[in-house]
């Protein structure tokens, strides 16, 4: 097994042969025959062990037993313990989740600041079929039958390729002793139940059961790469950028089939979930939309809009009597000048005796009115965005300057009649938006 793992890190983790890295260790048969087999190979690693608190005695054993491995193996160890019961209550999550979240975070944190390339875990062969199982169970789609990803970002798990009883034979022959969790035979977790039932049975009817699944594995994830291509060729097609939003005509995304598929492999990766949702928006009036925790999905006029949410911000951004600039949260230049100039969406010439300083850069405010330059009487801001066919991004995303409550220019569109420079006027400012 030494040489197969071996051939395995060469061919599939080479960074592991260069840089420093974390090994996560239970104490377990999986996570102890990965420290050795680095080990052996003279990687650079530490080892770090949570330590739950959820078993009293058994857990304080298995920290020790994990700190007298790393002394045996010549290696730094990190030591954390956790309130796990406590974080359960508070954030209302199983225990199984709690102690993944907290973990993962405390890993996360040790590979920044120490410096080191990753975090290796002992998920092995049969970890990969309960959890596909598992997700076959509740119901999932590709995604959910890819099983356990070998690498992520933040992991790398190069015991997959291996089974339980590969790893289990080689502590025996090379006299490698672990700690065994006796949670780890109780039949009242969902995992332990298809460990210790159904796979013997799926085992029993195929003696090559988990080679094949495996071989099935690797097929699935040809298929995704395949899928994620296309689906990155389709983006490439259907998503136009633009400033602040991406917008997908509706009239081309009807034209595929089956529709929630193909919502699915455009919208999923920004957290939408609710397909049905997404789907009436296709045929639903403008302004209606779909949110997911991190983006929004807007219907307007023939598209779909697709925006990140940004954190409420009722801030409004003052602007000086003598200030030049500003930088954020967009570009303005302000400069005293003698005459008028030519004037465009990018510059306009206000009576500056007229502004009452400080200015206020700010977004739209419910009853906003102003009278546009150009044109007789006022006109009510929302009419006015809808003139000149803004979408609900755009309306959002739309800055006014304003002196007091009364609008100066509506951003980069219109100015105000109300500043406007009168003949024989002295005191003329200049406003740029500069791009």
Same mark, same amino acid.
């Given at each position: 097994?030494?040489?197969?793992?071996?051939?395995?890190?060469?061919?599939?983790?080479?960074?592991?042969?260069?840089?420093?890295?974390?090994?996560?260790?239970?104490?377990?048969?999986?996570?102890?025959?990965?420290?050795?087999?680095?080990?052996?190979?003279?990687?650079?690693?530490?080892?770090?062990?949570?330590?739950?608190?959820?078993?009293?005695?058994?857990?304080?054993?298995?920290?020790?037993?994990?700190?007298?491995?790393?002394?045996?193996?010549?290696?730094?160890?990190?030591?954390?313990?956790?309130?796990?019961?406590?974080?359960?209550?508070?954030?209302?999550?199983?225990?199984?989740?709690?102690?993944?979240?907290?973990?993962?975070?405390?890993?996360?944190?040790?590979?920044?600041?120490?410096?080191?390339?990753?975090?290796?875990?002992?998920?092995?062969?049969?970890?990969?079929?309960?959890?596909?199982?598992?997700?076959?169970?509740?119901?999932?789609?590709?995604?959910?039958?890819?099983?356990?990803?070998?690498?992520?970002?933040?992991?790398?798990?190069?015991?997959?390729?291996?089974?339980?009883?590969?790893?289990?034979?080689?502590?025996?022959?090379?006299?490698?002793?672990?700690?065994?969790?006796?949670?780890?035979?109780?039949?009242?977790?969902?995992?332990?139940?298809?460990?210790?039932?159904?796979?013997?049975?799926?085992?029993?009817?195929?003696?090559?059961?988990?080679?094949?699944?495996?071989?099935?594995?690797?097929?699935?994830?040809?298929?995704?790469?395949?899928?994620?291509?296309?689906?990155? #060729?389709? $983006?490439? @097609?259907?998503?136009?950028?633009?400033?602040? +939003?991406?917008?997908?005509?509706?009239? *081309? !995304?009807?034209? =595929?089939?089956?529709?929630?598929?193909?919502?699915?492999?455009?919208?999923?990766?920004?957290?939408?979930?609710?397909?049905?949702?997404?789907?009436?928006?296709?045929?639903?009036?403008?302004?209606?939309?779909?949110?997911?925790?991190?983006?929004?999905?807007?219907?307007?006029?023939?598209?779909?809009?697709?925006?990140?949410?940004?954190?409420?911000?009722?801030?409004?951004?003052?602007?000086?009597?003598?200030?030049?600039?500003?930088?954020?949260?967009?570009?303005?230049?302000?400069?005293?000048?003698?005459?008028?100039?030519?004037?465009?969406?990018?510059?306009?010439?206000?009576?500056?005796?007229?502004?009452?300083?400080?200015?206020? #850069?700010? $977004?739209? @405010?419910?009853?906003?009115?102003?009278?546009? +330059?150009?044109?007789?009487?006022?006109? *009510? !801001?929302?009419? =006015?965005?809808?003139?000149?066919?803004?979408?609900?991004?755009?309306?959002?995303?739309?800055?006014?300057?304003?002196?007091?409550?009364?609008?100066?220019?509506?951003?980069?569109?219109?100015?105000?009649?109300?500043?406007?420079?009168?003949?024989?006027?002295?005191?003329?400012?200049?406003?740029?938006?500069?791009?």
């Amino acid at each position: 097994m030494l040489k197969e793992f071996k051939n395995h890190i060469k061919a599939n983790f080479p960074l592991l042969l260069q840089r420093p890295f974390l090994v996560a260790c239970s104490g377990g048969v999986d996570s102890v025959v990965l420290a050795h087999l680095c080990a052996q190979l003279n990687l650079e690693f530490s080892i770090a062990h949570c330590n739950f608190k959820l078993r009293d005695k058994s857990s304080d054993d298995d920290e020790e037993f994990v700190r007298s491995l790393a002394h045996q193996l010549h290696k730094k160890i990190f030591v954390t313990n956790f309130n796990t019961v406590g974080y359960v209550n508070k954030n209302k999550v199983s225990v199984q989740m709690a102690a993944r979240d907290l973990r993962y975070a405390w890993f996360a944190k040790l590979v920044k600041e120490n410096n080191l390339e990753t975090v290796l875990t002992g998920h092995q062969a049969d970890d990969n079929l309960e959890t596909f199982l598992i997700n076959l169970s509740r119901g999932t789609g590709v995604d959910g039958l890819l099983g356990i990803p070998s690498k992520t970002s933040a992991l790398a798990r190069p015991l997959l390729p291996f089974t339980r009883n590969q790893i289990e034979n080689f502590a025996k022959q090379n006299n490698i002793i672990w700690r065994e969790d006796k949670s780890n035979k109780e039949t009242k977790y969902l995992r332990n139940r298809i460990r210790h039932k159904i796979v013997p049975e799926l085992k029993e009817l195929h003696p090559t059961f988990l080679q094949n699944f495996n071989n099935t594995q690797v097929y699935l994830q040809e298929t995704s790469v395949l899928a994620e291509d296309y689906t990155t #060729l389709l $983006k490439k @097609e259907l998503f136009v950028h633009k400033n602040g +939003f991406i917008e997908v005509s509706v009239a *081309k !995304l009807i034209t =595929y089939n089956p529709l929630k598929t193909y919502l699915y492999a455009l919208f999923s990766d920004y957290g939408f979930t609710e397909w049905q949702d997404v789907a009436n928006l296709l045929t639903a009036m403008s302004g209606k939309q779909v949110l997911s925790r991190t983006h929004r999905l807007v219907k307007n006029r023939e598209n779909l809009l697709l925006q990140e949410l940004k954190e409420a911000n009722s801030d409004v951004y003052l602007v000086n009597k003598d200030q030049e600039t500003v930088s954020y949260p967009i570009k303005l230049h302000f400069k005293n000048v003698s005459e008028i100039g030519i004037t465009n969406n990018t510059t306009i010439y206000v009576d500056k005796s007229k502004l009452k300083f400080p200015l206020v #850069l700010r $977004k739209r @405010e419910e009853g906003d009115v102003f009278y546009p +330059f150009g044109q007789k009487g006022k006109k *009510k !801001l929302s009419k =006015y965005y809808k003139d000149i066919k803004l979408s609900v991004v755009e309306k959002d995303e739309q800055w006014l300057l304003c002196s007091g409550s009364n609008i100066v220019w509506v951003v980069g569109k219109r100015a105000d009649n109300r500043f406007k420079v009168a003949a024989g006027c002295d005191n003329v400012l200049k406003i740029s938006l500069v791009k």
